[in-house]
């Protein structure tokens, strides 16, 4: 390309069990809902509903872990593969990566519900113990479900237990920004994204409109309008105003998109699309190229 890259990959992230830690890697390999293995559990509770650290800050705390192979492509589990889990006080939980025969139903993230595979018992006083209510560990169907990105920005594409987009990307300098705000700089965990990108203006990743990583063309479909999960620090699980209360005075939709809809929501990071994913890696260092920006926020979705 004759045009050089805009900034380059920093850091992937992908989040096995939803609301959960995070697992940084050199390399990810990509599925058709976003990377391989990114919420793909979620635990629920006595109603199916989903739980999150909006409710429950504890899963903060929740480690995970997968097999040094399960980031190769086309890998395939055996019977000596597993998830392992560990939290503070709790004995380490150990779930086969081997799919499970058992069905929950009435499983529901958002607007979405249907039917998922059960972790079993073991892993559901697990997770019970550690949240203090009945919980059960479930791993997203793909063969029975299928979940939809929302139609109204864009078609065509799914995830399994993500909030709503196969991909969150957010730049080094755009956290740094913010951090000069900020008398506790915090770190990118807060934000959870899948792509850390870095060399860049802060906060241009708001207006790429299509971007390309390793001959993969990505898609900007909605700003990322932010709940209180950044506001828990996820060393300890303890909430506190920041740094919500900053990015409202420079991040709100009052500031960055005046008179119209969502002034009251604040925004980190651009949830993104990518067609043809399978098979393919995004490793950390690859560069970023800018096909298309938008020319305002006013062009933007939030």
Not at 24 to 49: H, I, M, Y
Not at 137 to 162: A, Q
Not at 179 to 188: A, F, S
Request: charged content about 25%.
């Amino acid at each position: 390309m004759s045009e050089p890259a805009a900034a380059k990959v920093k850091s992937v992230f992908i989040y096995p069990i939803k609301s959960c830690r995070g697992i940084s890697l050199s390399e990810a390999p990509l599925s058709s809902t976003g990377f391989r293995w990114d919420r793909q559990w979620v635990v629920v509770n006595s109603k199916g509903r989903a739980c999150t650290q909006r409710v429950d800050p504890k899963l903060a705390l929740v480690e995970v872990e997968l097999p040094q192979d399960a980031f190769a492509v086309g890998w395939k589990p055996n019977k000596g593969s597993y998830l392992v889990i560990r939290a503070p006080g709790m004995d380490e939980l150990k779930v086969s990566l081997c799919r499970p025969s058992q069905i929950c139903e009435g499983v529901s993230v958002w607007e979405w519900s249907g039917s998922a595979l059960d972790e079993g018992d073991e892993a559901s006083k697990w997770f019970t113990n550690y949240l203090g209510k009945p919980s059960r560990l479930v791993r997203f169907n793909e063969e029975s479900e299928t979940r939809r990105v929302d139609p109204n920005y864009t078609s065509g594409f799914r995830v399994m237990f993500s909030d709503g987009y196969p991909f969150l990307v957010v730049s080094q300098e755009s956290l740094d920004s913010l951090n000069e705000r900020l008398q506790e700089p915090v770190p990118i965990n807060r934000f959870r994204p899948n792509i850390l990108v870095d060399g860049c203006e802060p906060f241009s990743e708001d207006l790429w409109k299509e971007i390309k990583i390793e001959n993969l063309t990505f898609h900007g479909v909605k700003l990322c309008s932010r709940c209180k999960i950044p506001t828990i620090n996820q060393e300890n699980a303890v909430a506190a105003s920041e740094p919500t209360e900053t990015l409202v005075k420079f991040r709100s939709g009052k500031v960055l998109r005046p008179g119209q809809k969502g002034q009251g929501m604040v925004f980190f990071g651009h949830n993104m699309v990518c067609h043809d994913l399978h098979g393919k890696m995004i490793k950390v260092g690859d560069p970023v190229f800018v096909i298309k920006n938008f020319s305002s926020y006013d062009e933007t979705s939030i």
